[in-house]
């Protein structure tokens, strides 16, 4: 689903982004939907967060393990801000410098590459190529329909047929 926010405040992309949730749960399926900054309380909800930055995976996997990620990597969101507007300008090269945290060393830009880079040695980026690894298994995936069969079409047609004006 992409950006299904637009148009819709924040407290009814909460409630949205809520219901799909529970779908997900309840029926175990895996949806991927697109935010671009959603409030903090909507970006709770989600279970993994890929975070894609000028065409780039700059980190894929639990929505608990990011924030610990850019730490790894020297930068740390303020307390009063939201995680995914933290998220929106850390890899931003003009806003990044403002949330280098280690003071100890000297503020060094970290690029796109560099952080999509790093991911594949975070401990998450390790969990994704291991699974990543395991041959997908298709006797564990749902059923395939998701059509009618030509029996229901063929009736359709009649139906439609017997109308011609429609």
């Not at 610990?68 to 995680?83: A, L, Q």
């Not at 329909?145 to 063929?154: A, D, M, P, R, T």
Request: charged share 25%; glycine share 4%; hydrophobic share 35%.
């Amino acid at each position: 689903m992409d950006e299904i926010s637009t148009g819709l405040d924040s407290s009814t992309t909460f409630q949205i982004t809520k219901f799909l949730r529970q779908m997900v749960h309840i029926m175990d399926v895996t949806m991927v939907i697109s935010l671009l900054q959603p409030a903090p309380e909507t970006f709770e909800l989600f279970d993994d967060v890929i975070l894609l930055s000028d065409g780039q995976i700059v980190y894929q996997g639990p929505r608990e393990n990011i924030l610990e990620f850019f730490e790894y990597m020297g930068f740390k969101c303020p307390d009063r801000k939201g995680i995914a507007d933290f998220l929106q300008e850390v890899t931003s090269k003009k806003d990044h410098e403002q949330y280098w945290f280690k003071k100890n060393q000297s503020y060094r830009y970290v690029s796109v590459p560099d952080f999509s880079r790093a991911f594949n040695s975070f401990h998450a980026g390790q969990h994704v190529i291991e699974d990543l690894r395991v041959p997908y298994d298709k006797s564990r995936a749902h059923p395939e329909k998701y059509g009618i069969s030509n029996k229901e079409l063929f009736r359709e047609w009649l139906l439609m047929k017997r109308n011609s004006f429609v």
